[in-house]
């Protein structure tokens, strides 16, 4: 994170920000999604909007999305703060999908400090949680959060692939989950007073914003040890874990980042969808994409578009096998339509634009085995024990 050094003053209105649109004519963009951009880059204050491939309209801003601004507007960051992908090498013996689906844990319930002080997955909280916030730790959320066991399947990039330590038939857990509650109670605290107005005091919301940053990459590890222990593995540290919900002060600006990743010299898992490959990269993007790159492919339907219309195409058991052969692990109807390959856009136009605009070098791309959303109903499934660890997992 970077210093909170103190931004330049508001540019004058008679300035208007800049919109630039890393996406060809052959990706999709939702018009609404192109206004929203407007729309903030008519804000005091705003300097240049970079919007990624995978823009799609968001709760009153866009999602897919870089924006410097002298002004901290904390809903151009949202609700999630610190939400972000993760990436974990994980060692088992036989990864067949039938067999591992039905051990995934409980994700829906949190950890408890006195019920489950035994489990091993507290070893990762080797600090004070950040924020004191207990509550949800250790759980994936709903909407498009998830955790994947994946396996690498194309090199695209040896030189980068080698130093990451990936070849081709290798495992990795990619865990995408945010701050939970944490997030929502430091926007809500805002907004009931200053709506979608300017942070009255920046440094005061960067606290608590840092905050649940750290928490929101805390909680995928915790994720991550939760299901690497009930598969029968051993936790790894993660390869790759940036946030694409945060703002940072570069350049004398704040940087708010809705749905778009550090693409400044970092790695970064551009997430697919679960029927489809996703793609680790290595960013490289300027300042004219504000540093960024995509986080996702990016719906192209709205949740109740996709409900109608996958409901009239599919049967829930259609959508828990996927086309690359892959199983969903979600007891969530509802969900399931929402999120079906179909919402989405191609992942590959999004890495294709990613590498037209020279923002970023594909390096792997994964293949899903299962996709955890939510337990299934009736599921029993707990991590495994392995002994008693000082509780809470504290050194």
Not at 48 to 64: E, R, S, Y
Request: glycine share 10%; charged share 20%; with cysteine.
């Amino acid at each position: 994170m970077s210093p909170h050094h103190a931004p330049r003053k508001p540019l004058p209105k008679s300035t208007p920000a800049t919109v630039t649109v890393f996406a060809s004519p052959a990706s999709w963009i939702e018009s609404d999604a192109l206004a929203q951009c407007q729309q903030v880059a008519a804000l005091d204050g705003m300097v240049h909007v970079a919007a990624m491939p995978d823009l799609h309209p968001g709760k009153g801003a866009p999602i897919g999305a870089a924006m410097a601004s002298t002004v901290l507007y904390p809903f151009l960051v949202g609700s999630d703060i610190g939400c972000g992908i993760a990436v974990f090498p994980v060692k088992l013996k036989r990864a067949v999908p039938e067999r591992l689906a039905s051990r995934f844990p409980d994700l829906d319930r949190a950890l408890d400090p006195e019920q489950d002080a035994d489990d091993p997955a507290w070893s990762i909280v080797q600090d004070d949680v950040p924020a004191g916030h207990w509550d949800g730790l250790g759980t994936v959320g709903r909407g498009n959060h998830f955790v994947e066991l994946a396996r690498v399947d194309t090199i695209i990039d040896s030189t980068h692939a080698s130093r990451l330590g990936l070849d081709a038939g290798d495992l990795v857990l990619i865990v995408h989950s945010g701050s939970r509650g944490l997030g929502e109670r430091i926007l809500r605290a805002h907004t009931e007073v200053h709506g979608a107005g300017a942070a009255p005091d920046p440094a005061a919301y960067l606290t608590m914003h840092d905050d649940a940053v750290r928490w929101g990459s805390l909680n995928r590890r915790v994720l991550a040890a939760r299901v690497a222990y009930a598969l029968g593995a051993e936790p790894a540290a993660p390869i790759v874990d940036e946030c694409h919900n945060l703002v940072e002060v570069r350049d004398g600006v704040y940087l708010h980042r809705k749905g778009a990743a550090p693409g400044d010299g970092r790695d970064v898992l551009v997430a697919g969808t679960r029927g489809t490959a996703s793609y680790l990269v290595a960013a490289h993007a300027g300042s004219g994409a504000n540093y960024s790159v995509a986080h996702g492919a990016g719906r192209k339907m709205s949740r109740a578009d996709a409900l109608r219309r996958g409901r009239a195409k599919h049967t829930v058991e259609e959508l828990r096998r996927t086309p690359v052969g892959s199983l969903v692990v979600c007891g969530d109807r509802q969900l399931l339509f929402e999120e079906a390959p179909t919402a989405y856009k191609r992942i590959e136009q999004v890495i294709a634009d990613l590498v037209e605009h020279q923002l970023a070098t594909p390096v792997v791309s994964t293949t899903p085995l299962v996709t955890y959303k939510t337990p299934e109903l009736g599921s029993t499934a707990r991590p495994q024990r392995r002994g008693h660890r000082g509780g809470r997992g504290r050194s």
